[in-house]
C-alpha cells in the first residue's frame, strides 16, 4: 500500500548514509520515526530488529505474518517480535511491499545457488557478523542472526508456492519509514549481493533517516 509522509528531511535527528555493500547497526527510540530510503533505487535493505533491553526479544517474521494474514510487509505492517510484541509499525512506504520470507545471503546460499567460487563474496550475514563483532556494547552473538526482513527486495510468491528472487520494484527515491513501539537495535546490511536481481547486480547506497 503506496502511503506518502508528511516528515521533512531538514527535521530529522539523524541522517546516516549506509554505502553499498556496508553496514550499519544502532538504536531507535520508542517514538522515533525511522525512514530507509533508497538512494539509487533497485537495492535491498538486510534488516533485523532486537528489543534494545533484552535483545533475546527480536523479529520475528512468521509472528509478523500470521497475524496479519499477509506475506508481504507495506504501510500498515506491525512488525512483531517473538514474544508477539509490536517492535515498529510501517507508517509509510511508498515502493508497495518488501519481503521477509526470502532470507538473507551468505556464504553457504551463495555456494549453494551459484557456484563453489562464490563463497568467498561479500555477503549479508558476514556483513551483520561484523556489525556486532565491532559493536559488542549492543549484546549481539552469533545466534541472534536469524530471519530478517528485505526492504526493497521484490521475492514474489508464486502460484504453486515457491519464492523467486526478482528485479526490483522500487526506484530511486522511495522510501519506508516506521515508528518504534518499544527502543530497537537496528541491524542492516545494505546487500552486496552480486550473484542476483535483488539490487540489478549493481548495489548501491542507502540513507537512515531518524525524527523524534
Ligand atoms: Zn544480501
Known amino acids: 500500500m503506496i502511503i506518502e509522509s508528511n516528515q521533512r528531511p531538514e527535521n530529522a535527528v539523524s541522517r546516516?548514509?549506509?554505502?553499498?555493500?556496508?553496514?550499519?547497526?544502532?538504536?531507535?527510540?520508542?517514538?522515533?520515526?525511522?525512514?530507509?530510503?533508497?538512494?539509487?533505487?533497485?537495492?535491498a535493505a538486510d534488516t533485523l530488529f532486537f528489543n534494545a533491553h533484552d535483545t533475546a526479544e527480536r523479529y520475528s517474521a512468521m509472528d509478523t505474518l500470521r497475524e496479519q494474514g499477509e506475506v508481504y510487509l507495506s504501510a500498515g505492517s506491525k512488525l512483531r517480535s517473538n514474544e508477539g510484541r509490536v517492535l515498529l509499525t510501517i507508517t509509510a512506504d511508498t515502493c508497495g511491499r518488501?519481503?521477509?520470507?526470502?532470507g538473507a545471503c551468505a556464504s553457504e546460499s551463495n555456494t549453494v545457488r551459484y557456484d563453489?567460487?562464490?563463497?568467498?563474496?561479500?555477503?549479508?550475514?558476514?556483513?551483520?557478523?561484523?556489525?556486532?563483532?565491532?559493536?559488542?556494547?549492543?549484546?549481539?552473538?552469533?545466534?541472534?542472526?536469524?530471519?530478517?526482513?528485505?526492504f526493497?527486495?521484490?521475492?514474489?510468491?508464486?502460484?504453486?508456492?515457491?519464492?523467486?528472487?526478482?528485479?526490483?520494484?522500487?526506484?530511486?527515491?522511495?522510501?519506508?519509514?516506521?515508528?518504534?513501539?518499544?527502543?530497537?537495535?537496528?541491524?542492516?546490511?545494505?546487500?552486496?549481493?552480486?550473484?542476483?536481481?535483488?539490487?540489478?547486480?549493481?548495489?548501491?547506497?542507502?540513507e537512515l533517516l531518524i525524527w523524534d
Open 116 to 150: 563453489l567460487e562464490k563463497r568467498h563474496m561479500h555477503s549479508c550475514r558476514d556483513n551483520w557478523m561484523q556489525a556486532i563483532a565491532d559493536h559488542p556494547e549492543y549484546g549481539l552473538t552469533k545466534r541472534d542472526i536469524t530471519h530478517n526482513i528485505n
Open 152 to 206: 526493497f527486495m521484490n521475492v514474489p510468491v508464486t502460484e504453486e508456492g515457491g519464492l523467486t528472487f526478482e528485479d526490483g520494484i522500487s526506484a530511486p527515491g522511495k522510501y519506508v519509514e516506521m515508528v518504534a513501539e518499544m527502543d530497537v537495535v537496528v541491524l542492516i546490511s545494505n546487500c552486496p549481493q552480486l550473484n542476483n536481481p535483488c539490487n540489478g547486480y549493481d548495489p548501491t547506497p542507502i
Open 98 to 102: 518488501h519481503d521477509t520470507l526470502g
Open 16 to 43: 546516516t548514509t549506509v554505502e553499498a555493500g556496508d553496514h550499519y547497526i544502532g538504536i531507535v527510540r520508542a517514538g522515533q520515526t525511522l525512514r530507509l530510503l533508497d538512494l539509487e533505487g533497485n537495492q
